[in-house]
């Protein structure tokens, strides 16, 4: 693995200029508003049912949910540099509830911590992160093309967590100049129930590290602010996208599936930043082979259910309103996608699942991603062994209660 200049970094993911997002198009938005996809299902909450069968009983679709719970707290995702509306009111009763509350420490007024070592704060921020329960933690200076240009939110939530097919509030997004760095974090998904896709249980894996995301940004955006700095929580992919910045941040590569490629967990991972005006020392990007291996593998194409992943090659021609323009990569057709989820009325996760880089972080791994990156003609037999060994093939949901381990964190 070896770490990129921005500049390099940029020749090799980004040809064209790229435009500000607007969220609204962001295709987990979309069927709220659409009418051109509102009009082809009438859910489009994958909220799931129980169906009798191992990894659908109801014992699996309530571990599902109850691993999203977090994302349905007040504490989540409620930070914008623009609020709407809704977030105003929603931040106002948050205030009020919070005000009822006996206070347990308020910090001296105008008080600041020394920013003259921006090395040792940074330190202390991935530590404190870690603290919190991130898995990896990355440094990047913002870059304001990665920032929404508009904010879109639903106008409500059903009592599931699905999203009504309602019209939401969307208003352009302006980042204050003060804000010029982002903490970025990668909450890992339990490997020993990502492997049971497309069950219920492997999307509790997924419901789970959205959870541990919203109370970890939650809490290091609350620490920043005691510093006596300002931190905006962006939670899940909300206010700027997240995969460019974690690249920036040093925490991977971007692979044919449209996900962010770690070295430790391959895609198995969720992302989050926190922006902040704390000065902070940037981390820089790292290449470690994964364009390259993504070129010969095609695992995640082979077994897509929705046939969203491409085999072609990288473009910077977006294939429909869902995609940014400008950045070479692997066009994910987002509407086969979210299509898919909602006719399967959950998530699926088996891109994730089927990836070779989707391993246990153990020495074994280890070496065979060093290989990888460093032999490039071993690339075609590693997919080969890959499938010889039997990885990447969903496994049977019978036994999983009496065979899991829940991971110690």
Partial sequence: MKKLTLSEWEEKY???????????????????????????????????????KPGYTLQDHALQRASWRGTQLTLFNMSKPNP???SKAIMAAMAASYSRMQPLYKRPERTKIDVGEPQMITRNIKKV???????????????RRWVYSHTYEEAGLDETGGSETV???????????EFQYAVVMGFQEEYDMIKYFPTYIADAAT??????MAIANAFLSSFIQNLGFKAIDCSINDVALSIPMAMQAGLG???????????????????????????LVADTPVDFGVTEFCTVCKKCVDLCPSRAITPG?????????????GELKWRINAEKCRMYWAQANKSCTICIACCPYNKPNTW???SVRWFADNVRWIDSLCVWADDLLGYGRAVKAENFWEEWQPRRR
Avoid at 129 to 143: K, Q, S
Avoid at 207 to 212: C, E, I, K, T
Wanted: hydrophobic letters at 35%; one cysteine or more.
């Fill in 253 to 279: 590569g971007l692979g044919r599936n449209g996900l962010l490629i770690t070295p430790r967990f391959g895609p198995r991972l969720r992302l989050s930043k926190v922006i902040t005006d704390l000065p």
């Fill in 207 to 212: 419901g789970m590290g959205y959870s541990r």
């Fill in 14 to 52: 980004i040809v064209g200029p790229v435009e500000r997002f607007d969220q609204k198009y962001q295709m987990f938005n979309r069927p709220s508003w659409d009418p051109a996809l509102k009009r082809l299902l009438k859910d489009w909450s994958f909220a799931g049912e129980v169906k009798g």
């Fill in 84 to 86: 709407s509306s809704m």
């Fill in 129 to 143: 992160a870690t603290y919190f329960g991130a898995d990896l933690v990355g440094i990047c200076r913002l870059e």
């Fill in 167 to 177: 019209i939401g509030e969307s208003k352009p997004q302006e980042m204050p100049d």
């Fill in 364 to 366: 074994f791994h280890r």
């Fill in 313 to 325: 090659e990288r473009t910077t021609e977006p294939n429909n309103v869902s995609n940014a323009a």
